[in-house]
T-cell receptor
Framework: SAVISQKPSRDICQRGTSLTIQCQVD?????MFWYRQQPGQSLTLIAT?????????ESGFVIDKFPISRPNLTFSTLTVSNMSPEDSSIYLC????????????FGPGTRLTVL | GENVEQHPSTLSVQEGDSAVIKCTYS??????FPWYKQELGKRPQLIID?????GEKKDQRIAVTLNKTAKHFSLHITETQPEDSAVYFC?????????????FGDGTTLTVKP
């Protein structure tokens, strides 16, 4: 299984600012994703982080709000831009290891609080 | 898109009893159905999964069943223990380029009373 780390683990931010979350995997993986888990709720897919090309966003999420980078097969960043209190959530990086695989692993999450 | 419904939202059982959580999905193209356990403040951990070519899978006290025709799948925990207390999520996703793009149920908070 893949070992996933995220930085920061938590942060408290002021509204109107931006935060970049980093996701590092200990091995090359084909597919990386970013999920959001709002307080007391389930997980929702934000986007697929594509290596070398623009991320693919799910309905309700846009690049201007959640820009994503994936410069290589082991690293991705998610930026939460122009934050408001409604962005307070846990943001989780997720990976599927290999082409043809389907088992999914989650990072420890970044707990974001926006004041 | 896919829609996953999960029931019940809360479940309380006595230690040693069984617990059953049920999910339905809408997209017949989904073919991978994992179950995750999430303890407070921690990441979701995969506890068992089933693929659409299998009807049942068991791992010690945990089992999952899948009915493709009815588009529902269930998690069964036997001989529950207090450490089984957590939030459980079901999910559905595809394969290949759709792997990892999971739709999650709303979760079931399981409480096992000693």
């Amino acid at each position: 299984s893949a070992v996933i780390s995220q930085k920061p683990s938590r942060d408290i931010c002021q509204r109107g600012t931006s935060l970049t979350i980093q996701c590092q995997v200990d091995s090359q993986v084909t597919m990386m994703f970013w999920y959001r888990q709002q307080p007391g709720q389930s997980l929702t897919l934000i986007a697929t982080a594509n290596q070398g090309s623009e991320a693919t966003y799910e309905s309700g999420f846009v690049i201007d709000k959640f820009p994503i980078s994936r410069p290589n097969l082991t690293f991705s960043t998610l930026t939460v831009s122009n934050m408001s209190p409604e962005d307070s959530s846990i943001y989780l990086c997720s990976v599927v290891s290999n082409v043809g695989a389907d088992t999914q692993y989650f990072g420890p999450g970044t707990r974001l609080t926006v004041l | 898109g896919e829609n996953v419904e999960q029931h019940p939202s809360t479940l309380s059982v006595q230690e040693g009893d069984s617990a059953v959580i049920k999910c339905t999905y809408s997209d017949s193209a989904s073919n991978y159905f994992p179950w995750y356990k999430q303890e407070l403040g921690k990441r979701p951990q995969l506890i068992i999964d089933i693929r659409s070519n299998v009807g049942e899978k068991k791992d010690q006290r945990i089992a999952v069943t899948l009915n493709k025709t009815a588009k529902h799948f269930s998690l069964h925990i036997t001989e529950t223990q207090p450490e089984d207390s957590a939030v459980y999520f079901c999910a559905a996703s595809g394969w290949g380029t759709n792997a990892g793009k999971s739709t999650f149920g709303d979760g079931t908070t399981l409480t096992v009373k000693p």
